[in-house]
């Protein structure tokens, strides 16, 4: 349990939607040494050869103790005693700042310093600037940045274009020609800054010892504050909330150890306050949601009915145990029957190109290269001739190819795999292979000039969608196995048919039964509306010839009593 109250000398970070400048520090300082933490004696001479002790804590009743307390607001400027003797000489001051700081600190030479060792370093000081430039990586007092350092400094501060014009000879283009050929110091300095807006302030103390005069190396930093443009306050160290102070000693021939506190001195809002900010962030968030949800809608983007979207968000990790190195890939993806996609969607695709490197024996080269397909799936047509037949699932294809110094390319290998009918993330290894010649010939001409047997029909690695037989043969194809290639799919299904079995709690069959039941539905409503046609032209046509008939008897008979064949009415 000791350890939860030791000081954490780390970085804190908060976020407040208050001014800035409400934001107040207090600091605590006192001096430790060694007199006040071991009981000590001191030496008084007396008449005579005797020495008398004396307790080193009665003396210490009467002697002041060497403490300083402040609180501080944001950005607020504490001169230090040597600001105060350099500024207030006029011939020290070149700038508008120096000018400035010498009005302030000529009524502290009358009435005194607020602090007796405490003082701040604002924004617009060069200590800030100069210490914002360089960010050391140890604690040691010791440590200079190396030649790297303030370089590799310069790259972090370094923003990005954004809207930046840059000026050319005749005109500005915004956004184009971002490299500059010849940067000027000047122009290095300017877009070298940092892409947040940041301010900064340092409370410091002035550890030297009372019998001299206080230098830069006697300045010693107790506290950063950094806050930035989005409301993010960093304090380094953190508020000691109850820990144990910090300990800070000194470099000089005293070895003086310090102990400080830093505490959160800002005023708190009373409950009336607080409920009225959050009554008012409230009204905001929930106005800037309605106007969030009047740009983007209330629901989901639905297909239309009996459609499945089918997504395909996937990655292709690497490929390994080629013979050839600096090796890529080219890949689609082939759509079966009723299988649809955008126009604009690309399908197909080709990495870069990536070397190898040895891992446990085999030669890998890592892509990691994303690739995207939206597909839509609907059956409108119901063959009674195929009803038994499945629906087939895309594929996805790949061809690996290398490419060397000397441009000379070869096929390195085919593979596929069928994409998954179920949803989830999928690691999948697609084993390839390639066709060889029939000669000697052709494996001299891979090697010395580059170039191979290739497959006319990419497809033919799997059946091709537009095989119509019952049989592919591939006898005597000659091939040789290659490497493997490993990729990473995250499919995804959205179809209405989900929605109805959620809501109905009942066990359907296969979503692509589901999906093509309406399409059956509607040929048998089809064929039922065509029967009931042609049966009442057939009931029209019997009840015509019926009347021709009896007319017919009737006319033809003369004197004689008519007869008329009996017929039966039509039956509904």
């Known amino acids: 349990m000791a350890d939860l109250y030791e000081p954490d000398i780390g970085a804190a970070y908060y976020r407040s939607k208050d001014a800035i400048k409400n ?9 430790v040494t060694s007199a006040s933490i071991v009981p000590q004696a001191i030496l008084e001479k007396q008449v005579g050869d005797g020495i008398e002790m004396k307790d080193f804590m009665k003396q210490d009743l009467t002697t002041p103790k060497d403490k300083d307390e402040y609180i501080f607001t944001w950005q607020q400027k504490v001169f230090s005693q040597r600001e105060v003797e350099t500024y207030s000489h006029e011939q020290n001051c070149v700038d508008v700042l120096e000018k400035n700081y010498h009005q302030e600190v000529l009524p502290l030479r009358e009435k005194g310093r607020p602090t007796i060792r405490l003082f701040t370093y604002v924004g617009h000081d060069k200590y800030t600037n100069r210490n914002d430039a360089i960010q050391f990586v140890t604690t040691s ?11 590799a400094a310069n790259v972090r501060r370094r923003r990005t274009m954004g809207t930046r014009a840059r000026k050319s000879e005749n005109a500005i283009v915004p956004k184009i020609n971002i490299i500059e050929q010849q940067p000027t110091e000047e122009a290095m300095k300017h877009n070298h800054i940092i892409s947040t807006p940041e ?64 505490e959160h001195a800002s005023k708190e809002m009373n409950r009336l306050e607080y409920d009225r900010e959050r009554k008012m962030y409230r009204e905001l968030y929930s106005r800037h949601s309605e106007f969030l949800s009047a740009c983007v809608g209330y629901e989901f983007e639905m297909p239309p009915p009996d459609v499945l979207r089918f997504l395909v968000y996937g990655e292709i990790v690497s490929a390994k145990d080629f013979e050839y190195e600096d090796l890529y890939i080219h890949y689609f993806v082939d759509l079966p029957r009723n299988w649809t996609a955008d126009g604009s969607q690309q399908l197909a695709g080709v990495t870069h190109t990536c070397s190898t490197k040895v891992e446990d024996r085999d030669n890998v080269a890592y892509f990691s290269f994303p690739f995207s397909f939206e597909m ?30 000397w441009q000379r390319y070869r096929t390195e290998g085919y593979g596929y795999i069928t994409l998954p009918s179920i949803p989830g993330v999928y ?86 039964d589901r999906l093509g039941t309406t399409a059956a539905q509607m040929n048998i409503l089809n064929v039922l509306d065509a029967f009931q046609k042609a049966r009442q032209r057939m009931i029209s046509a019997r009840e015509s010839l019926v009347k021709d008939f009896k007319e017919l008897t009737l006319t033809g008979a003369g004197g004689e009593e008519p007869t008329v064949a009996a017929m039966d009415s039509p039956r509904s």
């Open 141 to 151: 007092a010791n440590e200079r940045p190396n030649f790297l350092a303030e370089k």
């Open 199 to 262: 301010q900064t302030m340092y409370i410091m103390a002035d550890l030297s010892p009372k019998d001299r005069d206080g230098t830069e190396e006697d300045e010693y930093v107790l506290c950063t504050i950094k806050v930035d443009g989005n409301g993010v306050i960093n304090i380094k160290p953190d508020f000691n909330k109850g820990k144990k102070a910090y300990k800070i000693e000194t470099v000089s021939m005293g070895r003086e150890v310090f102990e400080y506190t830093i």
């Open 427 to 512: 690691m999948e290894t697609l084993n390839c292979w390639r066709p060889v010649g029939s000669s000697v010939t052709s494996e001299l001409r891979r090697y010395f000039i580059g170039g191979s047997p290739e497959l006319a029909e990419p497809t033919f690695v799997a059946v091709p969608s537009t095989f119509e037989g019952s049989h592919l043969s591939k006898f005597g194809f000659r091939t040789e196995t290659t490497g493997s290639v490993q990729i990473k799919l995250n499919i995804l299904q959205q179809s209405q048919a989900f929605l109805e079995s959620a809501d109905t709690k009942k066990k359907m069959g296969s979503l692509l």
């Open 23 to 31: 934001l107040k520090i207090r600091v605590k300082l006192e001096r």
């Open 376 to 405: 839509f799936y609907k059956n409108d047509t119901i063959n009674e001739e195929r009803k038994d037949l499945l629906p087939q699932w895309p594929q996805f294809f790949v061809e690996v190819l290398s490419l060397d110094s």
